[in-house]
């Protein structure tokens, strides 16, 4: 089969786009998820054309063979693992932005332009595109749109659907497998059929391949945004300044938290000088212009305030307020430098955040299992990372059945098993047990009629 | 056939609810789309719990009996017209408010519930549902969702599928004809699988019936708005005036175009003391608290002076900008007035606006048909609305073929055919028009497999 799918490839498509080499083939095979288990692939096609990625996939679809999109491998939930004879299609070389067009306050993109690449270009012409995954100086527009990316900063501006307005994909079912399909529009405002592209955004590559986006921008954000931090003794107590800060009606434009661990962590490696005796840090941005900007700001403060933190400021001292943040963002690959990390993605209502990190506390310790927790606060969007030394098969199975309580536990409480890194295959068991039977099978019904050869990244999201 | 269905009918849900009378069943058979076709509904059912609902669903998927969902009938496509034979399903009386959690901005509602009636609800507990469509008055909530609607603010605050996280629904196809599916969450952020939410949202009774939603909410406004005002003497400068606007990144919370037509017939009728001699009005509303709004709303200001206005003033006096926005509201039905409207609802790209503005001068004036327009114009949003004398059957073959130049028009431009009043059965053409035809094959896919008896509110958006 690998052989037949070869020749057909080499056929249709230049012979330097493909790779059969195996250690390049398996690097091109996993995403971040460390835990998610990864199949052989066939083949890999490092596409630059979306006719090429047409070519693939109807060739693919002749011969039944798995299409397994990529972009940067940065997804934490086995998205983009490889399943067995499939062929990889990484898109990571179609970094076009075809155009950008600041009158409308839109632009258009090839899916593998690096997020924070983007946001350059755009920062030249005044514009912004918002969505920021912690992952953004390395993951792909595509890859944002296949998982719906979240981010810093959606607790004020939304995630990547709200940024999406059409995309060009080529899909299988009714359009045919191999043909290019345009969605969406580029106006403001569009109610023309069914909104084919929120449906596309976050569907993980399982119901085509997307070639291009049509992105909404904002003007870039005006004048300085304040930083304003908070230390408390405990994490519930951080819960507890977090869900006042929502009932206040305060909209940050950041809510972020990291706890002891994770804040030991970033210490230890980067010497950022941080106040890593904490059991938990609080971050707030607010970017609201002038004095309005100002009271929210001590608004902020203040809601910290209620809940008995250690100190809670706001920052004067803007090189103080970067290395906050970038410690943020150093986070994760802090954690991953003391073992293989089981990355949690849960997400509760807001006033259950309490309940939830006094939870995890007691999880952890019950198992025995380090969690290093970091947070999207303000949304409610919870990153446990459950840590275990390499080699310890105890403390894997330990770390596995804690996974699986924290994901019960948020759902008890109204809660999702992910609010931003997609259910790929870490989280696909959590999503069977969230979602009513009935919608589930309404899931398979969608997937069954645009995909019925299920060839798109097949035994994702949903089992077969 | 319709004997058959009322006993059955009978069998389950209290005869109250059922509507047999031909003249009031006629009564429940239309929206607000003047020129839409009206078929003959077998029998009405005033739906008062989501059982009856699911009911009503299960038999006529067992009799084949057409569902026509409807709400308060406001709509202006025909997407709540009756079909030959069907059940029209009347959810105006499930008008519950179930939870209203302030601490997670977040309202759990029946459809029927009146827009208006929910925010003031809302505003007792210091929260905002933003979705203001024009109708907000009298529409509901379920049809504000099946249609997506828009409004005055969704230039700033989006429209209505960016305030549904979840509803409940009675579907059919996989989910089994009248059984109540659960869709969404009620978290900030969730990529749990496909987002069917989103789907229903503005898919206007052909997939399912809205039982319940789960709606985003955010904090009340604070502050008191200003109200810009510029008169133009012309329609393009006008246009020209709201292009400068985006593209000087300024964001109001509503930018609204009346056309000289639009002020005379309120002036007409209302006597509010309108600038009728103007071509064109536009009313800008900016919320930014503080200094930051002040300068804002001179940065609107000094937008509209580069297009040579009459005048261009921030306003003063709270009263004076009531009445503009009075005006606003009052536009459709001062138009109506004057014969049997025909509502456009195309969208353009807003630098575009000056063209099409232009555009619909020109096909007015060939085929001699009054145009009244109002816009959302910040959104490229424009109802151009064609009005010609009752019994008038040449001017009204006049209208439909301007109708149709308009729809091409815009298309031409990168516009759509509808922004915000959804499909029904005025704009299906225009949808083909539109529509990429593998787009429209994926589209068709979808309903086939969610709706595949064809039941809910068959022949509207798209063709069998």
């Known amino acids: 089969m690998s052989e037949q799918l070869l020749e057909a490839l080499g056929r249709e498509i230049p012979t330097d786009r493909l790779v059969t080499d195996v250690d390049v083939v398996a690097s091109l095979s996993a995403d971040d998820a460390e ?46 693992n490889a399943v067995d004879g499939c062929l990889v ?60 990316a979240g981010g810093l900063c959606c607790v004020k501006y939304g995630v990547t659907r709200d940024y999406v307005l059409g995309m060009r994909a080529v899909m299988g079912g009714p359009a045919g497998y191999g043909n290019v399909v345009r969605l969406g529009r580029r106006t403001a405002k569009g109610v023309a059929g069914y909104d084919l ?7 993980e590559g399982t119901l ?29 107590d951080a819960g507890r300044a977090v869900a006042e800060v929502t009932r206040r009606g305060l909209t940050p434009s950041a809510l972020e938290l990291l706890d002891h661990d994770t804040l030991v962590a970033v210490e230890d490696w980067k010497h ?6 904490a059991e938990a840090l609080l971050l707030a941005r607010v970017d609201t212009p002038g004095v309005a900007g100002d009271d929210e700001a001590q608004g902020v403060v203040d809601a910290f305030e209620t809940a008995d933190p250690v100190f809670a ?72 990372l ?42 696909m068991d959590g999503l069977r047990r969230e979602l009513d039977p009935l919608s589930l099978a309404v899931q398979h019904g969608i997937k069954s009629a645009l995909d019925p050869l299920n060839i798109f990244n097949p035994g994702k999201v949903l089992t077969a």
């Open 35 to 80: 835990w998610a288990p990864v199949g052989k692939a066939a083949v890999a096609l490092r596409a630059r054309t979306e006719q090429e990625v047409a070519d693939a996939v109807r060739i693919c679809a002749d011969l039944r063979v798995p299409v397994v999109p990529r972009g940067a491998g940065t997804g934490l939930s086995g998205g983009a």
């Open 313 to 384: 400021v706001v920052s004067t001292d803007d090189q103080e307020a970067e290395t906050l943040f970038a410690a943020r963002r150093l986070a994760y690959p802090a954690l991953e430098r003391l073992g293989p990390v089981l990355t949690e993605d849960v997400c509760v209502p807001r006033s259950s955040l309490p309940t939830m990190l006094a939870t995890l506390g007691e999880i952890g310790d019950r198992h025995g299992v380090k969690i290093g927790t970091i947070a999207h606060a303000g949304d409610g969007n919870l990153h446990p």
């Open 272 to 277: 950022l000088g941080l106040e890593a005796d």
């Open 386 to 427: 459950l840590i275990t030394p390499v080699g310890d098969d105890a403390a894997r199975a330990a770390a596995q059945e804690a996974f699986e309580e924290i994901i019960d536990a948020a759902l008890r409480l109204g809660g999702t098993v992910t609010g931003e890194h997609g259910v790929g295959l870490l989280k």
């Open 197 to 203: 592209t929120a449906l596309m955004v976050g569907s």
């Open 89 to 148: 299609l990484d898109l990571s070389r179609m970094t076009a932005v075809k155009e950008v067009d600041a009158d409308n306050l839109v632009a258009v993109v090839e899916p593998g332009i690096v997020n924070d690449d983007l946001k350059a270009i755009l920062r030249e012409q005044g514009l912004w595109y918002p969505p920021d995954p912690a992952s953004a100086p390395w993951s792909t527009i595509g890859g944002n749109v296949a998982t719906n």
């Open 208 to 236: 085509g391949v997307v070639t291009e986006v049509t992105l909404r921008l904002r003007p870039a954000p005006r004048g300085v945004p304040r930083t304003i931090v908070g230390a408390f003794t405990s994490l519930v």
